[in-house]
Nanobody, 118 residues
Framework: QVQLVESGGGLVQPGGSLRLSCAAS????????MGWYRQAPGKQRELVAA???????NYADAVKGRFTISRDNAKNTVYLQMNSLEPEDTAVYYC????????????WGQGTQVTVSS
């Protein structure tokens, strides 16, 4: 069992920055993938960035060059550094973790609201 606790969401002006955190607890040794997803009003949930246990990263085209995903294994935490934020980035951001291989178990955080507005 894995539990995910998110923090760092809030209101920020266009062009500003925000850092989201996702702390994992439980059977963290089994986690092999963590990612950030977002869902804007009227839109489907989409991948923002992901990182594997091996350190490989993947980003959505819309956030490349602006967002950076990283992890601190000692703190069992993954971060999403968001720079040059735009109103289009407004969404609920969710942390996701995958554990195991076959079968693979999926866990989601509660989500944190990010609002980019002047």
């Amino acid at each position: 069992q894995v539990q995910l606790v998110e923090s760092g969401g809030g209101l920020v002006q266009p062009g500003g920055s925000l850092r989201l955190s996702c702390a994992a607890s439980g059977r963290i040794s089994s986690i092999n993938y963590m990612g950030w997803y977002r869902q804007a009003p009227g839109k489907q949930r989409e991948l923002v960035a992901a990182i594997t246990s091996g350190g490989s990263t993947n980003y959505a085209d819309a956030v490349k060059g602006r967002f950076t995903i990283s992890r601190d294994n000692a703190k069992n935490t993954v971060y999403l550094q968001m720079n040059s934020l735009e109103p289009e980035d407004t969404a609920v951001y969710y942390c996701k973790a995958l554990s195991g291989l076959a079968p693979v178990y999926q866990y989601w955080g509660q989500g944190t609201q990010v609002t980019v507005s002047s």
